[in-house]
Structure formats: C-alpha cells, structure tokens
C-alpha cells in the first residue's frame, strides 16, 4: 500500500550521527592529554561500549539523563584507569565540537525534500529534547514538515509503543498508511512493525549487518532507492 504519511527517523538516517561523533570524538582526544595516556582506538571502543550500555539503561528507566550525561565520560576514564575529574570538561567540549558537524546523510536532504512535496511527512527521534531541537533547525526541517516527535516527551523510548501511537495520533491517518524509515533495526523497524505501520529500513551507513530473521517492507542503502519507491 503507498503510504499516505511517512515518518522519518533523524540520526544516522537524515542526520549523520557517525560522522559528526567521530569528528568530535578525535578533536576532543587531540585536545586533552589526560585522554591520550591510551591509543584513541582504545579511547574510542572504551567510549562505545559505556555509552551504549547507558543507552540502553536510560531506556530501561534504570538512570536518568543527567546521570548518563555524566557518566558516559567519567565511566569511560575511569574504566581506562585516567583521571576522571576533568570528565565534565571533557563531555562540555565534546558536545560543542559534535554540533558543529551536524550535516544530512548522503541523499538525504533531497530525497526528504522530494517526499516532502508530494507525502506529508514528519520526524520521530529518540535523544535529548534540547539537542534534538537543535538539530531540527540546523538542517531546517520546519520547512518540510510540522509533526516533530522528540520522544523524550513522550516520557517513553523508541520502540515503546507510547512512542508509536502518539505519532499515529499525530498524523491522523489509520496506522497501515503510516511509513516508517529508519536505520535502527530495533527502535525504528521492530517499532514500526509492532505499530502497524509499513516500515523501510536504511543500511547505508555504519555497514550494518543484517541477520537473517532482520526484515522490513523495504530496505535501501541509498536514498534514490527510496524515492524510486514512492514514485
């Protein structure tokens, strides 16, 4: 069924995350030598792994939002044994240089912009209110759309159901003319699905790999693939 309203997700869809991070993540190692006591391979793994496992506690209601912001530097040194009390520094000057390498996926803007003129269209993410409301207006998404979901206000996480069906509410068409496109298998496909919606699946980025039981409605590695789709 061609869908009537399509959301999107926003980082490492339109948005690319991975980039702006690793951008920032080298500029702060450089910038810091209590940091530099490792290799930045080690740095950068350590980092990864606190910081998703914070993730997905936050998710589980198990820490709030000032204590992962806290602690996905501080852990992160203290698990590689550096001096931690500069970690609040060192978050503060990460978050300064991620901003200023927010930029859209290859594709992206003009497929949106494409989509956008012929589909009603809105944004679904999950991440902090205030940074996420930065990013909508640094890549200037009132001009597509008006339905911007942050989740953090609904009180709930990407996939939680809460999430998907204030989004149907908001835009107000029957849940099987929804469609969701997102790179997060877990969050945006298993969330879309459980929701009744059509889902499409971007794997284009972060060489993602797929398992055999992973399947959406429709997957794409490049963004012409998706509007190609839709015509």
Not at 36 to 46: G, K, N
Request: charged share 25%; aromatic share 14%.
């Amino acid at each position: 069924m061609t869908p009537s309203f399509i959301y999107f997700d926003l980082d490492n869809t339109l948005l690319d995350h991975s980039s702006a991070e690793k951008k920032a993540q080298f500029e702060t190692y450089h910038s810091f030598p209590e940091l530099q006591q490792v290799a930045i391979e080690e740095w950068l793994e350590t980092y990864r792994l606190v910081n998703h496992s914070l993730w997905e506690r936050y998710q589980n209601g198990e820490v709030d939002r000032l204590e992962l912001q806290h602690s996905r530097f501080y852990d992160s040194m203290n698990r590689l044994k550096l001096e931690c009390t500069i970690s609040g520094k060192i978050g503060s000057f990460y978050m300064q240089n991620y901003r200023k390498h927010w930029s859209w996926i290859d594709g992206a803007r003009s497929a949106f912009s494409d989509l956008a003129e012929r589909f009603e269209v809105g944004i679904i993410t999950n991440g902090f209110k205030e940074t996420q409301q930065l990013k909508f207006e640094h890549l200037e998404l009132k001009n597509y759309c008006d339905v911007m979901i942050i989740s953090e206000e609904i009180g709930q996480l990407k996939p939680h159901p809460d999430v998907f069906d204030a989004a149907t509410e908001r835009a107000g068409v029957s849940r099987d003319e929804i469609l969701y496109v997102g790179d997060s298998y877990t969050s945006d496909i298993v969330g879309g699905r459980n929701a009744g919606w059509q889902t499409a699946w971007f794997t284009g980025l972060n060489n993602i790999e797929i398992k055999k039981d992973q399947t959406a409605d429709f997957q794409f590695n490049r963004f012409d693939e998706l509007v190609e789709l839709l015509s």
